[in-house]
């Protein structure tokens, strides 16, 4: 069986290095997937901690650049499930990214309406930013719902922009509603994780006080960004090999299509919304607990367009792609930032550099660094190609290798 | 971890003023500053529905050819010899007029060779290499970012004087002072209103005129009806979305004239986006690839978002555009006036 799949002339033939490395993946067995992919976690992780010669960024510090990498590796996978997976082309995700972060800021912040000085926010103590996690992934899920509901009926380029509306409307709300949000000066002093206090960190590890050496606060977030990816990647990867992921596929190549054969489609359209909502959600709940301070100058439509830019630069459909898109875009700025060519320091020009390779990128090679492997077109391919042969089966070998 | 309730929610008070008698007092007034914004989103959305008509394509760095146009408006009247001062120059009117064609055309030209490069540099490799409409974004998005670093970063390196570009705002120039011609319903209307209304009336009309009557218009609309039966029909398609992208630009260089008689004060890299943002609301408000749909989009969408900043408060203004827009669309998904570029005449 195997052995005639390889020589199935209308078998996909593997394009390029993420097509390799799949397959490469893909054929070995459980065990050697865990014992490869564990070490390659660690070595990732351990990244900050060695400061590599080459790759370590001179003006900021390389940990606090991998941990803004991970948060932002959150935000391409979820943006991934509704641009990526589903073909919905959301350019006001950054808007869920804000109410996650303003979920928890509002939770716990001083400057907060929710705050008194008795009793503090409505949650205190170290574990406040935990528990304000589930509820900032929640209530952004019911956000989704919200914007979902009425406008996932538009599609195409409509969709784009009733989405970048969206984005526009949640940040000058943040903006404006001044009493709530505290306006323009934003929320401050926000919780984090307290733990592993001790007397060099009174406030714990990921408290940004901890900032000098190798361990800083930047590592700590990093890790916990890690942990947060990975499990984000079990939970969508699971979600894909489902009825729900073949749907958002179906979804995705042609919408009347998968209407017609029976998907409904608004239904799994509001999934994809509301799940890609979440994670953005747990994205802006981690940012607002890294810089512990949230205004609405980090949710412009500006960086709804640079999230969306690391999808596609990545490629999208594809989670580690994805991720790959999000690396780059943090830490390319963040690599030339300090280096100075002829008197001219790099940092000023490197979003006209972006937008350069953006352009050149797209021309040619549009479908992103590392192209997603159109499943459901393989699997047409192999169906036409068993229907074709199925009347030739009963002839010999010989004649069919002729025709 | 201890979860206390909430205890003092009296703090929480709403920033939202709802204000009608300030919408019933200076009604008129507020039309017809809605009106003057309004004509200058319109002149800007013909663009992005003309291209969306023919390409289906939203073409995102049409703000960034808007506001290369204001500088271009803003080099033309410093090669006629204005210095930036911040003062109002007293020409008399005819040179004024004068001055102001010309400055105009400078920006015309900026704007339209601009349009015209970006139609040529990015997307025409895209439709020969036949991408998907998401690679065209993207690349729309990577031009935006191209064009306003380059006037952010590099047009201040460049040896020339007065300086342009940078990260602050252009210093004034003035051309003309704002004067009360006549009111009407006790609303003062200002040489500068109708100057801006008259004018982008006539290039509007000149535009619908074009697409509708002419024979380049009907090569237009036969390109965004059906490329393939276009080209059979001996209309060069290549041509016609060049031609597209150029009367585009041309409208918004227009446009960005009339915006700096309006806002002398904000020629600077980011000063398209939002107006960018709003043409684009407007095209889609009167239904996308409409040349009269995008004319009363803007119009509507100006006079609104300027009834809302009244009532609501003023940091709401651009709120009320999205939220027109969101509400426009959940109704009639194809805006006001419907598509029509594309769709045949029976």
């Known amino acids: ?403 | 971890m201890i979860v206390y309730s909430i205890a003092e929610t009296a703090s929480v008070a709403s920033t939202i003023n709802f204000d009608l008698g300030a919408l019933k007092n200076g009604f008129w007034g507020l039309t017809i500053e809605g009106l003057t914004y309004g004509s200058i989103y319109a002149l800007v959305a013909v663009g992005y529905t003309l291209v969306y008509g023919v390409l289906r394509l939203i073409n995102f760095a049409h703000s960034e050819v808007f506001m290369l146009g204001m500088f271009g408006q803003y080099i033309g009247l410093l090669l006629l010899g204005f210095t930036p001062s911040g003062n109002t120059y007293s020409e008399g009117t005819f040179m004024t007029i004068i001055y102001l064609l010309l400055a105009g055309l400078c920006g015309m030209a900026v704007s339209g060779s601009a349009a015209v490069g970006l139609e040529f540099v990015a997307y025409r490799p895209l439709r020969k290499r036949k991408a998907k409409p998401l690679a065209f974004l993207i690349t729309a998005i990577g031009m935006s970012f191209v064009l306003q670093e380059f006037v952010h970063y590099v047009l201040p390196k460049l040896p020339i004087d007065p300086p342009l570009g940078g990260s602050s705002a252009q210093p004034t120039i003035r051309l003309v002072q704002p004067v009360k011609e006549f009111s009407i319903f006790g609303a003062p209307v200002y040489n500068l209103t109708l100057i801006i209304i008259i004018s982008a009336l006539i290039l509007a009309m000149g535009t619908d005129y074009m697409i509708n009557r002419t024979r380049l218009g009907r090569g237009i609309q036969s390109v965004a009806q059906d490329p393939d039966a276009a080209l059979l029909m001996g209309v060069s398609r290549e041509r016609i979305i060049m031609i597209t992208f150029l009367i585009g630009g041309v409208l918004a260089g227009a446009a960005a004239l009339l915006y700096t008689l309006r806002v002398p004060t904000n020629i600077v890299y980011y000063g398209g986006f939002i107006l960018g943002i709003k043409a684009f609301c407007a095209a889609v408000l009167g239904g996308i690839g409409n040349v009269r749909g995008a004319l009363l989009g803007g119009l509507l969408l100006g006079v609104m978002e300027n009834y809302g900043s009244v009532v609501l408060g003023n940091q709401w203004k651009d709120v009320v555009a999205f939220v027109l827009l969101i509400l426009v669309l959940m109704f009639r998904p194809t805006g006001i006036l419907g598509e029509k570029l594309g769709k045949a005449r029976v």
């Open chain 1, 1 to 403: 069986m195997n052995s005639s799949a390889a020589k199935d002339p209308n078998a996909p033939k593997p394009r390029g290095i993420g097509d390799a490395i799949r397959t490469w993946w893909n054929g070995l067995p459980r065990v050697m997937q865990w014992l490869v992919g564990v070490p390659a976690i660690i070595v990732i992780g351990l990244l900050p901690v060695v400061n590599p010669p080459i790759i370590t960024t001179t003006a900021t510090d390389f940990g606090v650049v991998m941990a803004t990498f991970a948060m932002t590796a959150l935000i391409a996978i979820g943006l991934n499930v509704v641009v990526g997976q589903t073909g919905l082309l959301d350019l006001g995700y950054v808007g869920f990214y804000a109410v996650g972060a303003y979920v928890v800021a509002l939770m716990t912040s001083p400057a907060s309406p929710l705050w008194n000085s008795t009793n503090h926010g409505i949650f205190s103590g170290p574990w406040a930013w935990l528990a304000c996690v589930p509820l900032a992934i929640v209530i952004t899920g019911i956000t989704g719902v919200i914007l979902g509901t009425p406008t996932l009926r538009v599609r195409g380029d409509y969709l784009a922009i009733v989405t970048l509306g969206f984005g526009e409307i949640v940040r000058l709300l943040a903006d404006n509603l001044s009493d709530v949000t505290n306006g323009a000066s934003g929320l401050q002093a926000v919780l984090f994780p307290e733990v592993g206090q001790n007397d060099a960190h009174p406030d714990g590890v990921f408290s940004s006080a901890n900032n000098a050496g190798v361990l800083n606060y930047g590592v700590w977030w990093y890790w916990l960004g890690i942990v947060l990816v990975i499990l984000v990647l079990i939970i969508i990867g699971n979600l894909e090999r489902s009825r729900v992921g073949r749907s958002w596929v179906a979804i995705r190549e042609d919408e009347d299509a998968a209407e017609i054969m029976g998907v409904p489609t608004f239904k799994y359209k509001l999934w994809a919304f509301v799940i890609g909502a979440g994670i953005g959600g747990l994205s802006g709940a981690v940012y607002a607990g890294q810089v512990q301070y949230v205004d609405p100058k980090a949710f412009t439509v500006i960086n709804s367009m640079l999230f969306l830019c690391a999808v596609v630069l990545g490629g999208q459909g594809n989670k580690l792609g994805v991720i790959a898109g999000a690396f780059l875009i943090v830490y390319l700025p963040a690599r030339v930032q300090g280096i100075e060519v002829g008197g001219q320091s790099l940092s000023e020009f490197k979003y006209l550099f972006f937008g350069i390779a953006l352009v050149v990128l797209m021309i040619f090679r549009p479908q992103g660094l590392f192209p997603a492997r159109a499943r459901l077109v393989t699997f047409g391919r192999r169906i036409y190609g068993a229907v074709k042969r199925a009347p030739a089966a009963t002839t010999p070998h010989g004649e069919e290798a002729s025709a």
